[in-house]
């Protein structure tokens, strides 16, 4: 059974960091891309950042570039989000996913394995 779980959320000031992690099971973690998503209420899911199955190769929404960085440990089949200068739009609830092969695609529906998500919260 594939289990995809997230930790780390919480709330945070303006300017904080936080670190997200999503923890993996009962896959081969080396043989999938990664994306990390986020929605926030009234919004579509949006992708936020993926990283290639080798970790070698990593993607960025331009709103996040910059402050935001992605990065994996196969030995450990977990998957960081590390979160700068956090700003009041990046409150959504974020969701790492998982797509068999090397590329993380943007688009949501084309990823097979979820987390259930972890609330990031960001007061101004």
């Known amino acids: 059974q594939v289990q995809m779980v997230e930790s780390g959320g919480g709330l945070v000031q303006a300017g904080d960091s936080l670190r997200l992690s999503c923890a993996a099971s009962?896959?081969?973690?080396?043989?999938?891309?990664i994306g990390w998503f986020r929605q926030a209420p009234g919004k579509e899911r949006e992708f936020v950042a993926g990283?290639?199955?080798?970790?070698?190769?990593?993607y960025y929404a331009d709103s996040v570039k910059g402050r935001f960085t992605i990065s994996r440990d196969n030995a450990k089949n977990t998957v960081y989000l590390q979160m700068n200068s956090l700003k009041h739009e990046d409150t959504a609830v974020y969701y790492c996913?998982?797509?068999?092969?090397?590329?993380?695609?943007?688009?949501?529906?084309?990823?097979?394995?979820w987390g259930q998500g972890t609330q990031v919260t960001v007061s101004s």
């Open positions: 996913a998982a797509v068999e092969g090397w590329y993380p695609p943007k688009e949501s529906n084309s990823y097979l394995y």
């Open positions: 009962g896959v081969t973690f080396s043989s999938y891309a």
């Open positions: 990283i290639t199955k080798s970790g070698r190769t990593t």
